[in-house]
């Protein structure tokens, strides 16, 4: 259900949850302040307990006293890309924030949205949680039919039309060899190594000690995620079956396919990744019970991304 600004920040101050739109997806958002709303996320998204929630605020006023000190380039890092889609994990201050939010965890996920809507309900309300605004495990909704979709249609939604980046922020971890991603998204490895200086990616040898720490560093990435109902095969250019539905790409031929969905232009990526979620969500409006991916695109800036998802979407 579509609402105005003023109501979304009415909501919030009163301890309920609001979809908002941001630059790369809606988020189901909570005031930082309201430990029932915060509650109440979890149970709505069917979200694991121990999945912590990023924290959005407008102004870096609003984050000085939730952090307990800042890595080194750190002010490279926003002053490059905040506001905009990047989640940077910092050493939370003592007390500052409830434990559910950081799933008791030492750190806690930041960003500042590039968007005007989301900038300004967090100026009035002050700091707000959100994750996606998707069931736990579906793709992430990035216009209002996707949340009335999954929370029915007298959610509370700010209607800010679709999603301009319709991926989630990447998020950065400062290990001890610097700034690492631990979850791919809107902004490239590629963009940030040119601020950074080197590379961003972790070595296989870091993700498999992490894997061995008693709190993982990214726990949402643990989960299955992103996924259609439908049953996603990778690699489509190997297939030699009937006729299939195919999730393929502007311009190539797809021989044996009954139906092909087109995700985009490899010419432009972001017609891929912008439109990722909604096509699919679609396999499952189309009652498309199995779909081949095709792969055959060399995975850098934001395809790096859309590959991930894939992969994800059908582990
Ligand atoms: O673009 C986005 O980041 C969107 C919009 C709404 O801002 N939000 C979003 O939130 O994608 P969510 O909850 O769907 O994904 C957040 C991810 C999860 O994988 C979670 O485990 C991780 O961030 N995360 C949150 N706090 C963390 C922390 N302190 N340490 C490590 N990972 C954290
Ligand atoms: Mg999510």
């Known amino acids: 259900m579509r609402i ?25 958002a909570a005031s930082l302040q ?24 407008a102004s870096y006023d609003q984050m000085r006293s939730l952090v307990k000190s800042f890595p080194l380039d750190f002010e490279r890092l926003v ?32 960003r500042m949205p590039a968007h005007d809507t989301a900038l300004e309900v967090i100026r009035q309300v002050g700091p707000l949680v959100a994750p996606s605004a998707n069931l736990s495990g579906k793709p ?95 690699g489509y250019e190997n297939y030699r079956g009937a006729p299939t539905v195919v999730l393929g790409f502007l311009g190539r031929s797809y021989p044996n396919a009954k139906k092909v969905i087109i995700l985009g232009d490899l010419e432009y990526p972001e017609s891929i990744s912008s439109g990722l979620y909604d096509q699919l969500r679609l396999l499952d409006h189309l009652g498309i019970d199995s779909a081949w991916v095709d792969c055959q695109f060399t995975s850098e800036g934001i395809l790096r991304t859309v590959l991930e998802r894939l992969q994800r979407a059908a582990s």
């Open 4 to 28: 105005e600004l003023s109501e979304a920040v009415r909501l919030l101050k009163a301890g309920l949850v609001v979809a908002i739109p941001t630059e790369t997806v809606y988020g189901l």
């Open 34 to 57: 309201s430990p029932q709303a915060i509650d109440q996320i979890y149970r709505l998204k069917n979200r694991p307990d121990d999945n912590p929630l990023i924290v959005h605020i």
């Open 79 to 110: 002053h490059a890309f905040w506001p905009g889609p990047l989640t940077l994990i910092l050493p939370v201050r003592d007390g500052a924030i409830p434990d559910r939010v950081t799933a008791g965890q030492p750190t806690v996920g930041i």
């Open 140 to 234: 992430s909704g990035t216009c209002l039919e996707h949340i009335e979709d999954d929370f029915g249609i007298q959610f509370p939604v700010l209607d800010g039309g679709p999603c301009e980046e319709g991926m989630e922020s990447t998020i950065l971890y400062p290990a001890v060899t610097g700034w690492k991603i631990v979850r791919h998204g809107a902004i490239s490895a590629e963009q940030i190594e040119t601020v950074l200086g080197y590379s961003v990616l972790p070595s296989a040898e870091e993700v498999a000690n992490w894997k061995n720490l008693q709190a993982p560093i990214c726990p949402g990435q643990r989960y299955r995620h992103y996924a259609p109902r439908a049953n996603l095969v990778l």
